[in-house]
């Protein structure tokens, strides 16, 4: 194919690069005070600071990407996957809870002068090698992915769960989910529950290992018969037929009725689903909440508070887990920091008319029955 241009007419020519000499010469300051304006430092007025910015701006000034990286070694560029859905790379945008925890971390990132790049989950070395990611996020790794081995032998900082503790080069910000877990089934407890059914993913995520350890302690415990039943994929679809088969006792996904026959009188739903989908498949199957099941979702969806009944919610909270990430890989790469580090952020449940048994009455909890780990909050109906 030729490369002359169809009319004839010369090849168009970019427009040329706005230069910092050309900012400082519009705004008739020296190349100096405009930089040092543009950077934050030197002393200058706040009147003259705000020339020189509102000067760059007009004309369209933007820094020269290539000469900082190779003053600062920093292309300021952070990679971001969800190791969870490996096998559908993008469906993670379509949960409530990925969805908030992947634009909190690209708006702080933004924030601290650096973008996200978003990253297959199960990217192989040669799909990122060739990329000058300065750090990457993996959130939720699964344990056969060797993504984060990889990641850290290339010497790249990994911000992550708290899987990865310890591993040099690595940082980590994570819930405590047993204690979560409990505290929601003390709760569906005292509003009367004896027969707690939960649904999750059919995940080896350290979070859902974690739930169901948790689970199934917390049944020993009470004297409980497990109900657990499983969503074969992510999505309202599979997780609404997974819940349907809890509550009905059909098929191999959920134990339904149990081992003691009765039909359970609360769920804990884990798998991320629609609250108004759920709240109708539980009605398809003659319940009626919160007079027949107390129902309680680990959920940042924000139907749930405008549903009939309002759905009681466990937050993960997914913006303090990103802004705490991205600010420790900051501080790792601008001031040098190396050591491994990691934190927990509390989790909180919310709760709202379908825990409760009698919708507009509920309890404010004992002090003692709940751990710094999880805040509670009670909420009247909407």
């Not at 499983?230 to 999505?235: L, V």
């Not at 809890?246 to 769920?267: H, I, K, T, V």
């Not at 379908?354 to 507009?360: D, F, H, K, L, N």
Request: aromatic letters at 6%; one cysteine or more.
């Amino acid at each position: 194919m030729s490369d002359v241009p169809r009319h004839g007419g010369a090849a168009p020519q970019p427009a040329p690069r706005v230069r910092l000499v050309d900012v400082a010469r519009e705004a008739g300051l020296s190349k100096t005070t405009v930089s040092a304006a543009l950077n934050g430092t030197g002393r200058l007025s706040p009147e003259v600071r705000e020339k020189a910015r509102e000067t760059a701006r007009v004309m369209g000034y933007r820094p020269n990407a290539t000469a900082r990286q190779l003053r600062t070694g920093r292309a300021r560029l952070i990679g971001y996957m969800v190791g969870e859905f490996a096998d559908t790379p993008w469906s993670f945008l379509e949960s409530p809870y990925f969805a908030r925890l992947t634009g909190a971390t690209a708006a702080t990132a933004l924030q601290r002068g650096y973008a996200v790049v978003l990253l297959p989950a199960g990217s192989l070395q040669g799909e990122w090698a060739g990329l000058p990611l300065d750090a990457v996020v993996v959130a939720d790794p699964v344990p056969d992915d060797h993504v984060v081995d990889d990641l850290l032998a290339a010497r790249i900082p990994v911000f992550s769960d708290r899987s990865v503790e310890g591993r040099p080069g690595a940082y980590w910000v994570d819930v405590e989910a047993g204690p979560a877990v409990c505290r929601t089934l003390d709760h569906l407890r005292e509003q009367g529950a004896r027969r707690p059914a939960m649904v999750m993913p059919d995940s080896t995520t350290r979070f859902h290992r974690e739930v169901l350890a948790a689970y199934r302690g917390w049944c020993t415990a009470h004297g409980v018969a497990e109900r657990v039943g499983y969503a074969a994929a992510p999505g309202n679809g599979p997780v609404v037929r997974a819940v349907e088969t809890a509550l009905s006792g059909d098929g191999e996904a959920g134990d339904g009725e149990g081992p003691d026959g009765l039909r359970p009188d609360a769920l804990f739903l884990v798998a991320e689903a629609s609250p108004p989908l759920v709240l109708e498949a539980a009605r398809r199957q003659g319940y009626e909440v919160p007079g027949d099941l107390l129902l309680a979702c680990v959920s940042e969806d924000v139907t749930a508070a405008h549903t009939e009944p309002p759905v009681t919610t466990l937050s993960l909270r997914p913006e303090e887990i990103a802004q705490a990430g991205v600010d420790m890989l900051v501080a790792v790469l601008e001031e040098g920091r190396r050591e491994s580090a990691g934190m927990l952020v509390p989790t909180r449940l919310d709760v709202r008319a379908s825990s409760v048994r009698r919708p507009g009455t509920a309890r404010t909890p004992r002090t003692e029955a709940w751990t710094p780990q999880t805040e509670w909050t009670s909420l009247p109906p909407t």
